[in-house]
């Protein structure tokens, strides 16, 4: 059984920074892209960044490029989001996504809990 | 950047009832996903390139179009498909959600 868990969201203040991380099992990790979509308190779905199954390759949306890193250690099983420069608009639920690939596909085929980011003052 | 829209925002309908909802692409779409996302939930996925069946959906569930217009269909509403769906492409990067169609009683 396929299974991401994430962990460490919580609460900053605007320009702070946070670092996700996404624990992986059930799945060959280092045979998947890996993913982040985030979804704001009461609307609807963001990809964020991708990064292929080797960590060679990354994408990021528009509005986090420059202030959000994606990387993974495949000798941990593991996923993480850094997040510099936080904005209130960053507030959302933030979802760690399994690719169906090893390239970055866009097929999101398995999705954790997700864990809250709160960006206030 | 590819915009989705869906239609219609909200679907009331009983349960036994046909549901059909609709997700139209700005420009032709070859890769479409379906998700369905409960209260409280995450995503799961339902269809893939646009009428793959996903494992462990139920064959009432049926997904088509091709181009711009795509399909979702419930056949026979049952209690627990009462829930918030959302189309997604994944043709070009960056990959597009659209905002979702919420199917209540």
């Known amino acids: 059984e396929v299974q991401l868990f994430e962990s460490g969201g919580g609460l900053v203040q605007p320009g702070g920074s946070l670092r996700l991380s996404c624990a992986a099992s059930?799945?060959?990790?280092?045979?998947?892209?890996m993913t982040w979509v985030r979804q704001a308190p009461g609307k609807g779905l963001e990809w964020v960044s991708s990064?292929?199954?080797?960590?060679?390759?990354?994408s990021y949306a528009g509005s986090v490029k420059g202030r959000f890193t994606i990387s993974r250690d495949n000798s941990k099983n593991m996923m993480y989001l850094q997040m510099n420069s936080l904005r209130a608009g960053d507030t959302a639920v933030y979802y760690c996504?399994?690719?169906?690939?090893?390239?970055?596909?866009?097929?999101?085929?398995?999705w954790g809990q997700g864990t809250l980011v709160t960006v206030s003052s | 950047e590819i915009v989705l829209t869906q239609s219609p925002g909200t679907l009331s309908l009983s349960p036994g009832q046909r549901a059909t909802l609709s997700c139209r692409g700005s420009?032709?779409?070859?890769?479409l996903s379906w998700f369905q996302q409960k209260p409280g939930q995450a995503p799961r996925l339902l269809f893939y390139?646009?009428?793959r069946r996903a494992t462990g959906i139920p064959d009432r569930f049926s997904g088509s179009g091709s181009g711009t217009d795509f399909t979702l269909s419930i056949s026979r509403l049952e209690p627990e498909d009462f829930a918030l769906y959302y189309c997604?492409?994944?043709?070009?990067?960056?990959?597009?959600f659209g905002q979702g169609t919420k199917v209540e009683i």
């Open positions: 996504v399994k690719d169906w690939a090893r390239y970055i596909s866009g097929l999101f085929d398995y």
């Open positions: 059930g799945i060959t990790f280092s045979d998947y892209a």
């Open positions: 990064i292929s199954a080797g960590g060679d390759s990354t």
């Open positions: 420009q032709t779409i070859t890769y």
């Open positions: 390139g646009a009428s």
């Open positions: 997604q492409q994944y043709d070009t990067s960056p990959w597009t």
